[in-house]
């Protein structure tokens, strides 16, 4: 079996917003898939939006009316993730909405670059696609672990994407 591996992300940008993320998206997916030992071709979508959609979004999906930084949509029931059987097709994954709101609060709030937040919140998304949560502090650091190996990985750290003010 040969370790292929590519992501095909459908990219909708909601709100008007400039962020040099050229082929990172698909490269964060594609480094926690490669981290989880996963391989083939994985197709995501993700939706980058506001607060206010977020908040609806949660509203309706999780009984929270009130905004939220990532949410996940998951193509397999009960957050328990098995990677699909079949060769040699793109397997979905699920789909993310990301508020650009939250990247931008978040980004001053812990200070660093807009772009490596967004970065951040993709990584985090994409591992609850795979069955990952944070209900308690050991599922939130073995989560925090491989959210941080991946954008480690791919040198998107807090050191080298300061925030632009």
Known sequence: MTNHLRVEAAIE???AAEVPISGMIESIIAQILLNEGLNGI???GIRITDDAELQE???AYRGIDAPTDVLS???YEDDEFTAPEAAGE??????LAISFDRVMAQA???GHSVRRELCYLVAHGTLHLLGYDHE???ERAAMREREEGALNDLGITRESEPLQQ
């Open 136 to 138: 308690t502090e050991e």
């Open 108 to 110: 001053i709030e812990y």
């Open 42 to 44: 994985w197709e995501i």
């Open 57 to 59: 979004l949660n509203r």
């Open 90 to 95: 793109a397997r979905y994954l699920g789909d």
């Open 73 to 75: 949509f998951g193509e």
């Open 13 to 15: 940008w909601v709100v």
